[in-house]
C-alpha cells in the first residue's frame, strides 16, 4: 500500500491510509523501543488514585 503524506499535512489524509500506518508503527515501536515494565505509583495517595481510576474509565468507554 503506498502512503501519502501531502506538503504541509503531517499525516495521511484517507482514513486507511491513515489507520494502516499507524497500526505499522506501533509495531516498529513495541519491537525496537525498550520500555520498562516496572512503575513505582504510590496507589495509597488519594490524588494518585483517583488519577489511575480516571484513567481507566476513559479507557474502559473508549474500547466499547
Not at 515501536?29 to 480516571?54: A, G, M, Q, W
Request: charged share 30%; aromatic share 6%; with cysteine.
Amino acid at each position: 500500500m503506498k502512503i501519502e503524506i501531502l506538503v504541509g499535512k503531517g499525516r495521511p489524509t484517507k482514513p486507511t491510509q491513515s489507520a494502516k500506518l499507524s497500526n505499522e508503527l506501533g509495531i516498529i515501536t513495541r519491537n525496537f523501543l525498550s520500555l520498562p515494565n516496572k512503575f513505582d505509583i504510590h496507589l495509597d495517595e488519594h490524588y494518585v488514585k483517583d488519577s489511575c481510576e480516571d484513567i481507566l474509565k476513559n479507557r474502559s468507554r473508549q474500547w466499547r
